[in-house]
């Protein structure tokens, strides 16, 4: 019989030790774990075809699976506070190639304290990646922002002059990485522990997206979000609710 090959699969790392707020990963959030909403956001995907969240915790795990992933043990040494997730990714790809059950070309690498996605982000993300014959891509949000830095107690704008300050219309596109999931061709991660290389795209996400979780007020802000019309107005994703 011959080994199933997927274009795509997802990788969601939940580790158990959140620093900022305990248990994060799967603390309510309008009546769901946080690590639902992106489970959920994987399986919206017509492309994805197996979800694995990678986990030390057995009460995420138990959790994911009810959400409808599979689950990678993460081991200890990559589990600290101070690991990247890079490191968790590449992880689950040579533990799936080890079991050799089938073959894989490229990562979705979604981060679950970003619950706020599109319905139909993760596949217009996906078919870009496939248009521009990308070997990576990160999602963005287009603020026009001016940044600046700050170095023994002064602050310097950070590639612009405010003495020449443009107009918007006049300005490049700027994209803040929002660090909602990344596409990689799993090699990528393989080869250097890393999420972007190659030629790397953009998918441009709405700037209600750029919300990430880290601390309480973070919860209560998407909170408050979740609780607005801009669900139903944004086609927000929201996880169904289990028996």
């Known amino acids: 019989m011959k080994k199933k090959f997927y274009k795509f699969i997802a990788v969601i790392p939940a580790r158990g030790g959140s620093v900022g707020v305990k248990n994060k990963n799967i603390k309510n959030l309008n009546g769901h ?13 017509q492309f994805i075809k197996k ?39 590449s992880h689950v790809i040579k533990v799936l190639e080890k079991k050799n059950e089938f073959d894989f070309e490229n990562v979705i690498f979604f981060q679950p304290t970003s619950p706020l996605r599109r319905k139909d982000d993760v596949d217009k993300a996906i078919k870009i990646f496939k248009k521009e014959k990308a070997d990576s891509l990160f999602t963005s949000s287009d603020m026009h922002v001016a940044i600046w830095k700050e170095k023994n107690r002064k602050i310097f704008p950070f590639h612009h002059s405010f003495k020449k300050r443009k107009r918007r219309q006049d300005s490049d596109n700027q994209y803040i990485e929002n660090g909602s999931f990344y596409i990689a061709n799993k090699n990528i991660f393989k080869d250097k522990n890393v999420r972007l290389g190659g030629k790397i795209s953009t998918y441009v996400m709405d700037n209600l997206c750029i919300f990430e979780i880290d601390t309480i007020n973070d919860f209560k802000t998407v909170s408050s979000i979740l609780s607005t019309d801009l669900v139903k107005k944004k086609k927000l994703i929201i996880p169904k609710y289990l028996n």
């Open 51 to 89: 979800i694995y969240v990678s986990t030390d915790s057995k009460k995420i795990a138990k959790i994911s699976k009810k959400y409808g992933s599979e689950i990678i043990n993460r081991p200890k040494y990559l589990s600290g506070n101070t690991i990247m997730n890079d490191y968790a990714v």
């Open 33 to 45: 774990p946080l690590v639902a909403y992106t489970i959920e956001a994987a399986k919206k995907s």
